[in-house]
């Protein structure tokens, strides 16, 4: 009987030894893959990516700046918390369907879709108050005195409005869908810039301030 308990035993230890390095490897597995599809060469490995974004990318401040720091393109687009960068995953699975079926195989195809799909790309960045950008730029690390007085004022602004990043910096890196009106923003900025009764002049340094006693 001793000898059955020790045999039992051994089996057990066995078992719970095959069992933890399986999981090991498993969960080793599974994150040497997810590391390996949050790569700018996996992101551009297909042409749709390599041929379109990507190129228009290339020409922006967040891909050649003058400090040398580039933005790739995990860095915007795939969430750094592991639970969020794995619920992203799962929903770019959607995106290789549509790779698979030759939704956007073509130049013609991707502008095409372009507009829906960056809508839908500045709704889910609404929606996380836009998280990714804030990886990098936070708001209270803003040295709001070597900005322009335009930006300095908008950034203060946005917090009263309780806007986020990416209400006023679509096509930041990307270029904007032929259907985007730009006039709208700007006609939007404009008429809460009247409600809190800030004169052109304290953005628009370039304008003269008006004569004493005159109101414009």
């Given at each position: 009987?001793?000898?059955?308990?020790?045999?039992?035993?051994?089996?057990?230890?066995?078992?719970?030894?095959?069992?933890?390095?399986?999981?090991?490897?498993?969960?080793?597995?599974?994150?040497?893959?997810?590391?390996?599809?949050?790569?700018?060469?996996?992101?551009?490995?297909?042409?749709?990516?390599?041929?379109n974004v990507y190129q228009?990318?290339?020409?922006?401040?967040?891909?050649s700046s003058a400090t040398?720091?580039?933005?790739?393109?995990?860095?915007?687009?795939?969430?750094?918390?592991?639970?969020?960068?794995?619920?992203?995953?799962?929903?770019?699975?959607?995106?290789?369907?549509?790779?698979?079926?030759?939704?956007?195989?073509?130049?013609?195809?991707?502008?095409?879709?372009?507009?829906?799909?960056?809508?839908?790309?500045?709704?889910?960045?609404?929606?996380?108050?836009?998280?990714?950008?804030?990886?990098?730029?936070?708001?209270?690390?803003?040295?709001?005195?070597?900005?322009?007085?335009?930006?300095?004022?908008?950034?203060?602004?946005?917090?009263?409005?309780?806007?986020?990043?990416?209400?006023?910096?679509?096509?930041?890196?990307?270029?904007?869908?032929?259907?985007?009106?730009?006039?709208?923003?700007?006609?939007?900025?404009?008429?809460?810039?009247?409600?809190?009764?800030?004169?052109?002049?304290?953005?628009?340094?370039?304008?003269?301030?008006?004569?004493?006693?005159?109101?414009?």
């Amino acid at each position: 009987m001793k000898w059955i308990a020790q045999h039992i035993s051994s089996k057990c230890i066995v078992a719970a030894v095959l069992f933890f390095v399986t999981g090991i490897l498993f969960w080793g597995g599974f994150n040497w893959s997810l590391e390996l599809t949050n790569t700018e060469s996996f992101c551009i490995s297909c042409h749709e990516m390599e041929k379109n974004v990507y190129q228009e990318y290339k020409k922006t401040i967040h891909y050649s700046s003058a400090t040398g720091v580039r933005a790739s393109c995990p860095d915007c687009h795939v969430p750094r918390e592991w639970t969020y960068k794995v619920a992203r995953k799962i929903r770019a699975s959607n995106e290789l369907f549509h790779w698979l079926i030759g939704s956007i195989s073509s130049r013609e195809k991707f502008q095409a879709k372009r507009s829906k799909l960056a809508y839908a790309v500045w709704e889910g960045m609404r929606e996380t108050d836009s998280r990714e950008c804030r990886n990098c730029h936070k708001q209270g690390a803003m040295a709001e005195d070597k900005q322009s007085a335009m930006a300095s004022k908008m950034h203060t602004l946005a917090l009263e409005w309780k806007q986020t990043c990416i209400d006023c910096h679509q096509g930041i890196a990307h270029t904007l869908p032929n259907d985007f009106n730009k006039n709208t923003l700007i006609d939007g900025w404009h008429k809460k810039i009247k409600q809190h009764n800030i004169v052109c002049y304290e953005c628009h340094k370039d304008m003269p301030a008006p004569i004493k006693k005159e109101d414009w």
